[in-house]
């Protein structure tokens, strides 16, 4: 039995499919070559066919237009564009915050330099304003009872008003005075570095407005004055480095008075 099928041809037999290669189809297969594979380039190259593939990281994808960079006015109203002068740690706050106390302890600006940040205005700004209110009223009230006891005591709102324009308005619009007039004379200064540096000079006004609570007159003006002083010496001495080799002398003498007659200010408004 095994015989019989054995010596049937093949092309008899059921389902069979001869297996009859052309001499043309057999050229094409001895001369198909393996396409180049890697990554740069998958799928391959198939009879002519470019296929597009898997890119690599630094290619762009075909038909891809790189998109313009956005608007520098643009930037202004994002609060992204901020975030970057947020990134301070407590310990550089308190380190710059230090450095407020001492004038001559060196280039405030060479600190700051590679991160400036507006946490210090922001914060020390916002934290001098509600000490200046609530102790300014704290203040009236100790001098109102011990001149008269029976007097009758109300809180005066006008306080928070007068020191949100005053430390607010300070912080900002005397530092950017500054920026432009430097430009105006020929330095280049950075903004952020100019409230950077203000912003920090204010707070040796929040510890001072304590002791400015002792309801004697003659240690009042003492307590200011020296504290004036010391924000003066620091705003000048800082804008110092800015200025030196340059006709600018002007601008550090009057800033260190702006910071003497802001110094006055709270003493005269709100510890009257």
Not at 17 to 39: C, D, Q, R, S
Not at 60 to 83: A, D, T
Not at 248 to 266: G, H, K, P, T
Request: hydrophobic share 45%; with cysteine; proline share 6%.
């Amino acid at each position: 039995m095994d015989e019989f099928y054995g010596n049937l041809p093949s092309s008899h037999l059921l389902g069979s499919v001869p297996a009859v290669v052309t001499e043309e189809k057999g050229k094409n297969i001895l001369n198909y070559e393996v396409p180049e594979e890697n990554m740069q380039n998958f799928p391959p190259y198939i009879n002519g066919a470019s296929g597009r593939g898997y890119q690599t990281l630094g290619s762009p994808p075909e038909g891809f237009e790189q998109q313009p960079p956005p608007n520098n006015w643009k930037g202004v109203f994002s609060i992204s564009s901020y975030m970057q002068y947020f990134n301070v740690d407590t310990d550089i706050v308190v380190n710059r915050l230090m450095s407020s106390f001492y004038p001559i302890g060196g280039d405030f600006f060479s600190k700051i330099d590679a991160n400036p940040d507006l946490y210090g205005l922001i914060w020390v700004s916002t934290t001098l304003i509600f000490v200046l209110a609530s102790l300014g009223n704290l203040a009236t009230y100790l001098i109102e009872k011990r001149t008269d006891n029976k007097s009758s005591w109300s809180f005066d709102v006008g306080y928070v008003n007068a020191a949100v324009f005053s430390v607010y308005g300070y912080a900002i619009v005397v530092p950017l005075a500054f920026y432009f007039l430097f430009r105006y004379l020929g330095s280049n200064p950075k903004l952020i570095q100019f409230w950077c540096m203000w912003g920090y000079s204010l707070f040796i006004f929040v510890p001072s407005s304590f002791l400015l609570v002792i309801p004697v007159e003659a240690f009042r003006w003492i307590f200011i004055l020296v504290a004036g002083v010391d924000s003066g010496m620091f705003v000048a001495m800082s804008l110092k480095t800015l200025v030196e080799g340059n006709d600018l002398a002007i601008m550090v003498v009057a800033a260190f008075f702006l910071q003497l007659a802001l110094a006055i200010f709270f003493k005269v408004w709100f510890f009257h």
